[in-house]
């Protein structure tokens, strides 16, 4: 088996080895992977942050050896790019935009310099942090499979905002939802805490976090803070419900 970092600001991972295939999500800057099947341009490749696995472009790889892949493993608090757009320096001193999240191993395997802030979380951060994380992204652009500023889904959202804090999500709204404890009623969330929302068919497709007196922040067109009740999401601007409520989820406590 094979293994890689990604060296660049965004990678796309796409459900199929086809340039048209839908992105299902986004690997960004220091996030490493196995690759589990090559193809002339393409390669599957399963992240070692949350499991997912796609498609990405063979010209878009970096290898690193098996021993760099479990030395990442290992460290499991990496540090974050804290500003929206920070850069790494690399050994010809070209410059590589990174983004907001993105990760920087302690171990320098791409023997690239930061130029910029980091989150250091190498022990879990508080609870109330996590609102004020989720605030970077207010106003960024929906974007089905994205993971950053200039583009992101409601689960990838959710996902940056608590691995920025010391916690792994997995990808989807539907899988976030299996972790974690229950919460009965509304009125026992606290900031922070996810709620989850369903389909008409009950599918659970969309998910958001909560913050003080009956708000949450989440993805709808654009990050963004809307009312939310025991019914669901009130978008304030359209002045109707917009999102159907299903379950709430104590994920850190």
């Not at 010391?166 to 990808?171: A, D, E, Y």
Request: proline share 3%.
């Amino acid at each position: 088996m094979q293994y890689g970092i990604c060296h660049l600001s965004i990678i796309p991972i796409r459900l199929t080895a086809d340039e048209v295939s839908e992105m299902i999500t986004q690997m960004l800057y220091g996030e490493h992977y196995k690759i589990l099947e090559q193809r002339k341009h393409w390669s599957k490749v399963r992240l070692a942050f949350d499991g997912s696995e796609g498609w990405i472009q063979n010209n878009q790889i970096t290898n690193i050896e098996k021993e760099s892949y479990t030395d990442l493993d290992t460290d499991k608090h990496p540090n974050h790019a804290a500003q929206l757009v920070s850069y790494m320096e690399g050994k010809n001193s070209q410059f590589i935009p990174i983004l907001l999240g993105s990760t920087i191993p302690k171990i320098n395997i791409l023997e690239h310099t930061l130029e910029g802030e980091v989150i250091k979380t190498e022990k879990k951060l508080g609870k109330e942090n996590l609102v004020n994380t989720a605030l970077y992204y207010l106003n960024s652009p929906s974007l089905s499979g994205g993971r950053s500023p200039f583009g992101i889904d409601s689960a990838g959202f959710s996902q940056m905002v608590y691995k920025m804090n010391g916690v792994v999500l997995k990808r989807t709204a539907d899988q976030q939802a299996l972790q974690g404890d229950s919460l009965s009623f509304i009125e026992e969330s606290e900031p922070g805490d996810l709620a989850f929302f369903d389909d008409s068919d009950g599918k659970i497709n969309h998910v958001g976090i909560i913050m003080r007196d009956n708000y949450v922040v989440h993805v709808n067109g654009k990050v963004k803070v809307d009312r939310i009740d025991h019914t669901g999401i009130f978008d304030n601007e359209l002045r109707k419900y917009t999102h159907k409520l299903r379950v709430i989820k104590q994920i850190v406590r």
